[in-house]
């Protein structure tokens, strides 16, 4: 019996599962031990892309040169001006991008970008898996002793307790008829964070890989709901809500025949405005509802002082002055929102980039009447007005795919033109 190990694929579980684990993951919030996950991340790209240097070289364009080019140039001015000496910015804006430019082009031009995007919804939904189990028999029935603790920074220095490294707990204060349990955060700093992954893996699944297995559809839904995250929920809602109006009133104009959600359209809204109403209203009213508020205040009003590149980046020196004095105990750094802390710490100019690319893809799904396309698009745009990951790989991935795509849509543009000569 021959036993053979796909390096190729292994290297892309890496590549993702780091990309997951280093955005907002405890594992890339902690402090004792350090476990310098965006260097590992980096480290196992570039493997990555080494290993991959006959294919990319292979389909290498001046196209995907023109988006490296403009990728250096553009952050790089922005190091010059605004994060003039920080390795951080250098590591996570530069060299991680650059890198992810050249290893999503290949797959990309290979028409395997989906397989990529099949491991990160596989990660994320093992994990959802393994949080259920440990959430209901650790956190809430206690039938499972934890395993020992960990301390992270996320706020405040704080100490997490860990289940064998597969699950963690410290955000008690979920409230439910009366009763207050722990919210699952799976491996993540925040119940927030983990809503975030599981929103987005859900969005993949559903819009781009077209997996609409109704089990897939639950076990996010029930892990979102565990995490008692009101941005999870209304996301779900929102989502499946646009999908079936724009799915019957395709059908109302290929038909011309009134179907019976097209009728009862107004009442449907109407009910998801409610119940969206409800949810955000009883979020607002909490603390950490109006520390979201006051961080969009804050914002503006940090950004106001510099418009153009902002304060500096991680420059949170401004934004902290500014901030209430309730405000600054919940949290003495930090915002609950990315683009606000985009605008405080970079201005206009750097939030020019993640405009650029939320407007590709809406864009792009309005000119081929891609359905799928443009609730993906909107949906990432609420999870980052919504949710702070502004500075995570995650988004990085994001913004460097909509340039690459870009990349790929000006190539094809270019020979279907040169076609039309001919």
Not at 169 to 187: K, P, T
């Amino acid at each position: 019996m021959k036993f053979s190990i796909n390096i190729a694929k292994l290297l892309d579980v890496l590549v993702v599962l780091l990309i997951i684990l280093s955005t907002q993951s405890v594992y890339y919030v902690s402090i004792s031990p350090d476990f310098h996950i965006l260097q590992l991340t980096n480290i196992v790209l570039a493997v990555r892309v080494f290993y991959s240097l006959p294919g990319i070289a292979k389909h290498f364009k001046s196209s995907l040169l023109l988006g490296l080019t403009f990728w250096g140039m553009y952050l790089g001015l922005f190091y010059y001006v605004s994060a003039n000496g920080s390795s951080g910015f250098v590591q996570r804006f530069i060299l991680f991008p650059l890198m992810l430019m050249l290893y999503l082009w290949l797959y990309l031009k290979e028409g395997k970008l989906k397989e990529l995007l099949a491991i990160y919804t596989k990660i994320i939904s093992i994990i959802a898996g393994l949080s259920l189990f440990f959430w209901l028999f650790g956190s809430i029935l206690g039938v499972m002793p934890s395993s020992g603790s960990m301390r992270i920074y996320w706020g405040a220095d704080r100490f997490i307790t860990s289940y064998f490294g597969l699950y963690f707990q410290w955000q008690n204060d979920a409230e439910f008829m009366g009763h207050v349990f722990f919210r699952n955060i799976g491996i993540f700093a925040e119940a927030p964070m983990y809503s975030l992954h599981l929103s987005i893996a859900f969005l993949i699944d559903f819009f781009i890989l077209g997996q609409k297995s109704k089990k897939k559809i639950l076990l996010y839904a029930i892990t979102i709901l565990t995490s008692y995250s009101v941005t999870g929920i209304l996301l779900m809602i929102m989502s499946l809500s646009m999908n079936v109006f724009f799915d019957s009133f395709y059908q109302f104009l290929k038909n011309r025949k009134l179907n019976v959600v097209i009728l009862l359209l107004p009442f449907l809204v109407l009910a998801v405005l409610l119940l969206g109403s409800n949810l955000l209203g009883s979020k607002l009213t909490s603390a950490s509802g109006s520390s979201r508020m006051e961080d969009y205040v804050i914002g503006f009003k940090a950004w106001k002082y510099h418009p153009l590149f902002g304060s500096g980046y991680g420059n949170m020196t401004l934004v902290n002055s500014l901030k209430s004095r309730v405000r600054y105990a919940r949290s003495a750094t930090g915002f609950t929102n990315s683009p606000t802390t985009i605008l405080a710490e970079g201005g206009l100019y750097f939030i020019m980039l993640y405009i650029y690319a939320f407007w590709h893809f809406i864009n792009k799904a309005i000119n081929k009447v891609d359905k799928n396309l443009f609730i993906f698009g909107t949906m990432w745009l609420y999870l980052f007005l919504t949710t702070t990951f502004e500075h995570s790989t995650l988004m990085i991935a994001f913004l460097v795919f909509a340039v690459v795509d870009r990349m790929a849509d000006l190539k094809r543009t270019k020979n279907s033109h040169k076609m039309r000569i001919k």
